[in-house]
């Protein structure tokens, strides 16, 4: 069974720039989440879609959104990019409930 | 809200030598507990998880970890380390109340002397 898979897996933005990450869950994996890695905050959650709905939203500013298409297939964008926003952007799937995380490779973001 | 704390930031140890990779978690409830190893520049890797019942739990590249509910502890161990288990390990913790969200610690970098 194919993993998760993320796209593009590197991506080169400036400043004020905006940027769409997509996501491809496993087979038969109706939720997606999204989480972004820096070296000083960790790995900390996005949001969550499920039956394209979004159930869960952490605590980021509205310049990041998502949304999950009828296959399960998510994105994520984030409009006006600041240096900031560089991280690496980890996508996961599961079936539903309690149940086990799986992550894709992650897409690379770096905003000049 | 759950959090969960990794006390080592950095870990060394020699090839052939246990390990011990500790994880602490605040949380009223029982909590669902993951493991996740993180290779440079890749996504993360489940290596075990906790949901309930037995507190041992076996997971893959013969690693183990252990649930105390008293110590709010969930323990990673390995009897003997291999170079190639140089990486990030990452605690994390989920919950009903929190839907899918998981709450990550800050992780332990393991290196590998040989």
């Known amino acids: 069974k194919a993993g998760v898979t993320q796209t593009p897996r590197y991506l080169i933005k400036t400043r004020g720039q905006q940027v769409t990450l997509s996501c491809s869950p496993i087979?038969?994996?109706?939720?997606v989440s999204w989480y972004q890695q820096t070296p000083g905050q960790g790995l900390q959650f996005l949001f969550e879609?499920?039956?394209?709905?979004?159930?869960n939203k952490g605590n980021f500013p509205g310049r990041f959104s998502g949304r999950q298409f009828s296959n399960s297939r998510s994105e994520m964008n984030v409009s006006t990019l600041e240096l900031g926003d560089s991280a690496l952007y980890l996508c996961?799937?599961?079936?539903?409930?309690?149940?086990?995380?799986?992550f894709g490779p992650g897409t690379r973001l770096t905003v000049l | 809200a759950q959090s969960v704390t990794q006390p080592d930031i950095h870990i060394t140890v020699s090839e052939g030598a246990s390990l011990e990779l500790r994880c602490n978690y605040s949380?009223?409830?029982?909590?669902?507990l993951f493991w996740y190893v993180q290779s440079p520049g890749q996504g993360l890797q489940l290596l075990l998880k906790?949901?309930?019942?037995?507190?041992l739990v076996q997971g893959i590249k013969g690693f183990e970890a252990e649930f105390k509910r008293s110590q709010s502890s969930f323990n990673l161990r390995k009897p003997s380390v291999h170079w190639s288990d140089a990486a990030e390990y990452f605690c994390a913790v989920g919950t009903d109340n929190a839907g899918n969200m998981l709450t990550f610690g800050g992780g332990t970098r393991l290196m590998v002397k040989p």
């Open positions: 879609y499920f039956s394209e709905t979004q159930r």
């Open positions: 087979s038969g994996h109706r939720s």
């Open positions: 996961a799937s599961q079936k539903q409930g309690r149940d086990t995380q799986y």
């Open positions: 906790y949901f309930s019942g037995d507190t």
């Open positions: 949380y009223g409830a029982t909590p669902y």
